[in-house]
């Protein structure tokens, strides 16, 4: 690229405003943000979360993208600004590097999951595949052990009910599983 080459910008604050907002709500809001809210207490997580957000999140996502309107510079070269900050941008690419292993993960899970969807049969619907086990049942059918008779003197009928686990659990489970072996 030629050093007389002048750097594109955006034509409005509309089309920026549109990239930034793409760049912030991303598939981690959809797909992590309900689960982390349920693993982390439900409501009284937000509280917290929150808070952070507002103190340390805003700010530092408004000195990021001042910074780099200001400069016009990519995120490595931006912190050039100061010598003590040089790491900075390289931290910043690893972790935008890392997001996006994780991100294509999903991705491929979803891919996956329309792929086996349009057979004709859904193989998460029955226990008759290779990958489930014994425990596999339908949703309402559990696996009960009746009528145990002791070698005691009495016979003793007890009912005992074992985790049984759901037919899509063993597919998410054992059939990524098999796919994910590298042998």
């Not at 760049?23 to 982390?40: A, D, Q, S, T």
């Not at 409501?43 to 917290?48: E, K, N, Q, T, V």
């Not at 009928?157 to 759901?166: A, D, E, G, Y």
Request: charged letters at 15%; proline letters at 4%; one cysteine or more.
């Amino acid at each position: 690229m030629a050093k007389d080459a002048e750097r594109q910008s955006w034509t409005g604050r509309f089309d920026f405003f549109l990239s930034a907002l793409g760049f912030f709500i991303g598939l981690g809001n959809v797909w992590k943000f309900p689960y982390l809210c349920y693993i982390n207490g439900g409501g009284a997580f937000l509280i917290p979360y929150i808070t952070v957000v507002i103190f340390a999140g805003l700010p530092l996502v408004q000195m990021e993208l001042s910074l780099g309107q200001f400069t016009s510079l990519g995120i490595i070269s931006a912190w050039k600004i100061s010598p003590l900050f040089k790491g900075i941008g390289y931290a910043v690419t690893l972790i935008c590097f890392l997001c996006s292993i994780y991100y294509i993960l999903i991705i491929t899970w979803t891919i996956y999951y329309m792929y086996w969807s349009m057979s004709k049969t859904l193989p998460w619907i029955g226990c008759e595949n290779e990958w489930n086990t014994n425990l596999c049942r339908r949703s309402g059918n559990s696996l009960n052990i009746s009528n145990v008779t002791s070698h005691l003197t009495t016979p003793m009928t007890t009912t005992l009910t074992t985790k049984v686990i759901s037919p899509s659990e063993e597919f998410f489970e054992y059939a990524f599983e098999k796919l994910c072996k590298f042998k």
